[in-house]
């Protein structure tokens, strides 16, 4: 009876050590605790199962990743590789493969979409920085990749506690055309190296393993965590009127498709090395890209040389055979399947490759050697992550290492350095809390949280609201001033004018968040929502101290109301400026930080959206229908902002210290030919108008030093823009294009130099009518923001 008694209590206590951490950990909801990784190779697992590892030539360390990952490839069946190819891929036990879930996302922190991260009480929240049109408003490329290396610390510590998987696929780099597109936040802005630029800086944060960066084969090089740049190609329509992302047509010159919609992709994956690209859901001259083999295959595999593979946006296959207008690719799963398979996509986000693909070698409709390649390019890259003999570099990485306050204090930083002074009227601005003690904080995100997040977040670290941030500054008064973000009615608007009349300054923090711009809904207008402006005008005029208006948006918004009202005395645009948002933006309010940031999107005026539809793809004005221009590039109308628009609480002046007239003659050989160009005078056509640039060498440099002097009295950091100006003349060139930045710190009364060396091919170069990029000769431009300080240079060829 002792010994049944006995054997009765062990079991319920057995019961209890087994349960009771799971139930702490999921608040009773009896799921599994996650359970570290091991590695497919690790030798204690074979031997546990009673197999030599010697056996299996795909764990032989000695041999390259490809060649180990064709011995895998070769041991499996039809059926087997068919079902590791969709974003759940159920595994093959007998060849010790676990499941593994290929989607997460990291587009500015570890986020819980998609089916790999999620979190726990084990891991509860990691760090969230601002939405990237924010932090790229930063201009400042060491910042994007020092936030790249914090969140792929956090996602491999969430790897070692069994709650990540270590293929991300961010980020987004499609460039911003239309300012109406919903997913503005996710973006790097509408300029296309801009754009580039920030993809390579943050894909070499996630990826890059410190040492070997740079290794003699890209394709062994190993991986952090493996990132994805989205989505491929001319994607930036979501849900437009009628008109929806999934089915949409975009019709692309393909002059703007080389020099705008996939100029990022060939410098994320040439420059940025990225493992993987996505597809898009959208047709591109009615062909959807992820069944187009000439975007795919020929492109983004053979001429750019991707390290990886190639997925398709989640579902967009199944898109292909349920979308009647392009039944001519088949209208079966099996035809979807076979198109995109042999156009070059590696891996489904979706059920039709594990579904249809056996089905489709089998019916004759795809080759099984092209299903054997793309499960080549998968286990490569998860080899080179260490999925198959472990990452010992990375496997002390914990909990200790997620929500650090060393991480925290990036998040500020990147969302100070982001944050954009519009408006300074009087130079009210900062604020002096002596003078400064009682502060009315109004509007619909005087209190916000989540909105500071934007989309493909995670839990955070915590929340720092605009409340919150400026309460460690005064004592505050806090009025809504509109229920919810879409400000329906004025019912909480008299509530706001009493705060203010109350208060020494008013802050009135107003915007948007993805009930407005998002994922699936653009807008249908550029103005604040609902009737914010009416609660902006009626505060400013009842206020007793100043007013200082906060704009809380991702797109650009007509507040050309504001920017006029001289009761208004200052503005800020702060994005969605993540976990630490309230705080980034009270320091910078009170001055304990000087803004720097620049707006990273021309700020169209409200009427912009009446004259041209969000459907037409044309960067350049369309002349037969009366559309304007996009971007500051080709749009000459009148703006709100313009592009790259910032002030400061400080002044800067440059000098140019390098020659300012420069010369380069370019002898061409008998294998490198003139190309014409159109011109508005024909009779100033050069002897040879220009080159392709392919067909030249490209060793020709302009070397740049400029002196930034700080001219005011404040310390502060000012972005050097460089602005290349094609020769006059030339028709449907740019009216100038970013070919350089930096953004540079200088005390007060300070100076320091910035030096920049441009590849004549990549500065100089435009892109003509039939998408040749070309070299022209004459008289190039290079500008320095919108300092007068320029330098001439001279590009001519002789035989």
């Known amino acids: 009876m002792a010994a049944q008694s006995f054997n009765v209590l062990c079991t319920l206590c057995l019961v209890i050590i087994y349960f009771l951490p799971i139930c702490l950990a999921f608040g009773g909801d009896l799921k599994p605790i996650p359970a570290p990784p091991s590695y497919v190779c690790d030798p204690k697992l074979w031997e546990a199962r009673g197999v030599n590892m010697a056996e299996m030539g795909y764990c032989d360390k000695s041999l390259p990743y490809d060649v180990r990952a064709k011995d895998l490839v070769d041991r499996m069946t039809l059926k087997e590789k068919a079902q590791q190819m969709g974003d759940r891929a159920s595994g093959i036990p007998r060849l010790g493969l676990p499941d593994y879930k290929w989607w997460s996302e990291a587009l500015h922190g570890v986020s819980h979409f998609g089916y790999g991260a999620f979190f726990t009480e084990i891991v509860p929240g990691a760090t969230s920085f601002p939405t990237v049109i924010l932090t790229t408003a930063a201009f400042n490329q060491s910042l994007w990749n020092a936030i790249g290396k914090v969140v792929s610390t956090e996602a491999r510590a969430m790897y070692n506690l069994g709650q990540a998987g270590l293929t991300f696929w961010s980020p987004n780099i499609n460039p911003v055309r239309d300012p109406r597109w919903g997913r503005i936040t996710e973006t790097s802005g509408e300029d296309p190296f801009v754009v580039g630029v920030y993809g390579v800086n943050y894909v070499r944060g996630l990826q890059d393993v410190e040492g070997q960066e740079h290794a003699e084969d890209p394709g062994s090089r190993p991986l952090k965590v493996a990132a994805c740049c989205k989505h491929y190609a001319a994607y930036d329509l979501d849900l437009w009127q009628d008109v929806n992302r999934f089915t949409f047509d975009a019709l692309v010159t393909e002059q703007d498709m080389v020099e705008t919609f996939v100029r990022p992709f060939e410098m994320c994956i040439k420059d940025g090395d990225v493992s993987s690209v996505m597809c898009s859901y959208n047709q591109v001259n009615k062909i959807p890209s992820c069944a187009d083999p000439i975007l795919l295959k020929q492109t983004i595999r053979e001429e750019w040389k991707l390290n990886g593979y190639i997925i398709s946006d989640c579902d967009a296959i199944e898109m292909i055979h349920n979308d009647t207008k392009i039944n001519w690719l088949g209208d079966t799963p099996e035809d979807a399947v076979a198109q995109t398979i042999k156009a070059g996509v590696d891996l489904d986000c979706g059920v039709n490759y594990p579904n249809a693909l056996e089905n489709s070698v089998r019916q004759g409709k795809v080759n099984e050697a092209d299903v054997d390649t793309s499960l080549k390019y998968l286990y490569t890259v998860l080899m080179r992550l260490g999925f198959f003999d472990g990452s010992p570099s990375f496997m002390s990485l914990g909990k200790n290492d997620i929500c650090t306050d060393k991480h925290i204090d990036l998040a500020v930083e990147a969302a100070r350095e982001g944050i954009v002074l519009l408006k300074n009227l009087d130079a009210t601005l900062p604020l002096n809390p002596d003078a400064f003690k009682t502060l009315a904080i109004i509007g619909p995100h005087a209190n916000a949280t989540t909105a500071m997040i934007g989309n493909y977040e995670g839990n955070p670290c915590r929340y720092v609201s605009p409340l919150l941030g400026f309460s460690a500054f005064g004592e505050v008064i806090y009025e809504q001033g509109c229920p919810g973000v879409k400000c329906p009615n004025d019912t909480l608007i008299l509530q706001a004018t009493e705060a203010a009349k109350q208060a020494d300054a008013t802050i009135l923090v107003v915007g948007t968040d993805l009930s407005i711009e998002g994922e699936g809904l653009d807008r249908d207008d550029l103005l604040l929502p609902g009737l914010q402006k009416d609660l902006v005008e009626q505060v400013a005029n009842a206020s007793k101290g100043p007013v200082i208006l906060v704009v809380m948006t991702a797109g650009g918004v007509d507040i050309s109301f504001a920017k006029d009202d001289n009761k208004i005395k200052g503005i800020l645009w702060v994005g969605h400026p993540g976990q630490e948002g309230g705080r980034a933006i009270a320091d910078v309010v009170f001055g304990k930080c000087n803004p720097g940031g620049r707006l990273p999107l021309t700020w169209y005026t409200a009427d912009y959206v009446d004259k041209v539809p969000m459907t037409s793809m044309q960067l350049r004005p369309f002349e037969e229908k009366g559309y304007p221009g996009r971007t500051y590039k080709f749009f000459n109308g ?52 220009s080159v392709v640039v392919n067909d030249l060498t490209c060793e020709d440099k302009i070397a740049l030093e400029v002196e930034v002097q700080n001219t005011g009295d404040k310390d502060g950091s000012e972005v050097v823009i460089v602005y290349s100006q094609p020769p006059d003349g030339i028709v449907g060139t740019p009216f100038k294009q970013v070919v350089g930045f930096e953004r540079v710190f200088v005390a007060a009364k300070q100076s320091q130099k910035v030096n920049f060396e441009l590849n004549a091919c990549k500065s100089l170069n435009i892109v003509d009518g039939s998408g040749y990029t070309l070299l022209p000769s004459g008289l190039h431009k290079i500008l320095l923001g919108t300092s007068s300080e320029q330098i001439d240079v001279n590009v001519s060829f002789t035989s």
């Open 638 to 689: 009148s703006t709100v902002y313009p592009f790259a628009y910032g002030l400061s609480y400080t002044s800067f002046d440059y000098k140019v210290t390098t020659p300012t007239n420069v010369s380069i003659p370019i002898k061409l050989n008998n294998t490198q030919h003139c190309r014409e160009l159109e011109l508005t005078d024909t009779s100033v056509q050069q002897p040879c108008p």
